[in-house]
């Protein structure tokens, strides 16, 4: 493969595990063979091959990325539990690619749903293939996450414990179509209580972390050590919350410089925490401020500052810095239950650092 180019400096510490998930990764998709190029579409959104808006594409025949997509936390996170318990990963492949099939036919869906035309600052999938075929891509890799899964037997996994990882991973799909079902509900309200946003992102991002964890610590421990399973899938159900905490600060306040991407949750009107969090504490003239350009149909461009100063009068950015600090505590009481200590959980503790240290604008 050519040489891995982090999209932040700070994940640099992963990059051994990101050249093997992207290796593995382009040998899967490599295998499917089907009609006209219908394939190459998914090779694009993953960053294997480049394609114009005909369709055409132009991929390096080495089977490196054009450029890397995303972090890769999700499979990362996956391969560090089983190696930190088992001392290997080999046979957790189908598993730790499962996850990041899995994660991305929900962005393929998300993006359809949210109109979004650009993901990693370029066309998202559906603008290139149509809308039609865009739910079709995110069907199929749903379909390959679970082919995945049940590819665990090749590697010496017996139906008992094929069985356990595939109804986890079925709970986590339902649960995740919840949340989605609430983040769109939220688009036409303006009422959202936190309780109401917790449980949505609890769903909608923290659930998956936790199903991989679960997965990963049910595989290494053969389903034998149930506190350490527990243990795992709690950190990561809270690094989860972390997660998303951190994304709600750096979509209004982030530098781009810094993250690679331009904070647009004021000019987008995303219902975050810090807006929800400002609607209940902050003065009525600016709530009823804050109600009309959330309001409007246009996206919010010359008030963009009127936003930020309402949100600075009701301590919005502390707040949301208080919560990612709880989050963060608990991040880390729920790694050091598992008692493991080795490299592998000192990366899985550095996941946690590099969210949190983001979190600090």
């Known amino acids: 493969m050519s040489k891995y180019v982090s999209p932040m400096e700070d994940l640099a510490v992963y990059k051994d595990y990101v050249e093997i998930v992207e290796k593995e990764l382009y040998s899967f998709l490599s295998r499917f063979q089907g009609p006209s190029n219908y394939y190459d579409y998914l090779m694009y959104h993953f960053g294997f091959k480049s394609m114009d808006g005909n369709g055409s594409n132009g991929g390096n025949g080495a089977g490196a990325p054009i450029r890397l997509l995303g972090k890769r936390l999700r499979p990362v996170m996956c391969l560090l539990i089983y190696k930190a318990i088992r001392g290997e990963y080999e046979t957790a492949i189908p598993l730790v ?43 199929t890799l749903q379909a390959m996450a679970y082919g995945l899964i049940l590819d665990l037997g ?80 709690d950190y990561a159900l809270k690094f989860g919350m972390l997660f998303q905490l951190t994304d709600d600060i750096l979509g209004i306040w982030g530098d781009m410089r810094k993250t690679g991407k331009v904070p647009a949750d004021i000019k987008y009107k995303k219902k975050t925490l810090p807006i929800i969090y400002a609607l209940q504490h902050t003065s009525s003239k600016n709530k009823e401020r804050l109600i009309s350009l959330y309001s409007q149909s246009e996206p919010i461009d010359g008030e963009a500052p009127l936003v930020l100063e309402i949100l600075e009068e009701a301590g919005t950015k502390e707040l949301c810095q208080e919560r990612t600090r709880k989050f963060y505590d608990e991040t880390l009481q729920a790694l050091g239950a598992t008692k493991i200590s080795n490299v592998y959980q000192e990366k899985l503790k550095y996941m946690a650092d590099y969210c949190f240290n983001r979190s600090q604008v």
Do not use: C
């Open 97 to 139: 690619l499962s996850a990041e099939i899995m994660h991305n036919a929900s962005l393929i869906h998300d993006d359809i749903q949210d109109h979004d035309e650009l993901r990693w600052g370029r066309p998202t999938l559906w603008k290139m293939a149509g809308l039609e075929q865009g739910i079709n891509y995110g069907d």
């Open 154 to 233: 090749k590697k010496g996994f017996n139906d008992r414990m094929i069985t356990k990882i595939m109804a986890a991973s079925n709970h986590v799909h339902i649960t995740v179509v919840e949340g989605q079902f609430m983040d769109l509900l939220f688009e036409k309200r303006l009422d959202i209580s936190e309780s109401e946003y917790f449980e949505m992102i609890s769903k909608k991002t923290a659930t998956p972390y936790a199903g991989i964890a679960e997965s990963a610590a049910l595989l290494a421990t053969d389903d034998q050590d149930p506190e350490l399973i527990a243990a795992y899938k």
